[in-house]
């Protein structure tokens, strides 16, 4: 019984190799959960202050969106930019929001026939961005990042 128990103490010292465990390399973690990460999306999207109680993405984007469009239209009111000309288009605006915060119009896109319509379109639409107050950043797993952007902006006029 003796010897029994001598070669089972001598078999579980020996086999004692098969539970170590190999050390994965940090290197190899971060690469592995790097290609797991969707980086075409967001966890969080921009937000302005009034935006804060919005919890889902989409609720988020949309505010994000109708926030900026609120004050592009507040700007084109206050301006009174008056058309005799009927004006149906939709513009592009490239926009930006770096992680800190700061939004940037990169480009805007508009049909020349519209602006020859309305000169000072462009002037309008920056000077309303610019008078917002800044957003807080998109969020990535905690960390703010860099998004931009390319939101239609409709402009329908009726003839005067």
């Not at 190899?28 to 967001?42: A, G, I, N, Y």
């Not at 610019?130 to 931009?148: I, N």
């Given at each position: 019984m003796k010897q029994i128990s001598f070669l089972l103490l001598i078999h579980l010292?020996?086999?004692c190799q098969y539970f170590d465990t190999q050390r994965i390399p940090s290197e190899?973690?971060?690469?592995?959960?790097?290609?797991?990460?969707?980086?075409?999306?967001?966890d969080t999207y921009p937000s302005f202050k009034t935006c804060d109680s919005e919890t889902e993405k989409l609720a988020q984007q949309a505010c994000f969106q109708q926030s900026i469009f609120a004050a592009i239209q507040q700007e084109l009111y206050q301006e009174g930019i008056d058309t005799y000309h009927q004006v149906q288009d939709t513009l592009k605006l490239f926009i930006e929001v770096n992680h800190q915060g700061t939004l940037t119009v990169s480009d805007i896109l508009v049909d020349s026939l519209t602006?020859?319509?309305?000169?000072?379109?462009?002037?309008?639409?920056?000077n309303?961005?610019?008078?917002?107050?800044?957003?807080?950043?998109?969020?990535?797993?905690?960390?703010?990042?860099?998004?931009?952007?390319i939101l239609p902006f409709v402009i329908d006029t009726k003839e005067l």
């Open positions: 010292l020996v086999s190899q973690v971060f690469d592995e959960e790097v290609k797991l990460v969707d980086w075409s999306d967001v602006l020859k319509k309305i000169p000072a379109l462009k002037s309008v639409i920056l309303g961005i610019q008078q917002m107050q800044p957003p807080a950043p998109a969020y990535k797993r905690g960390v703010p990042v860099t998004v931009k952007c």
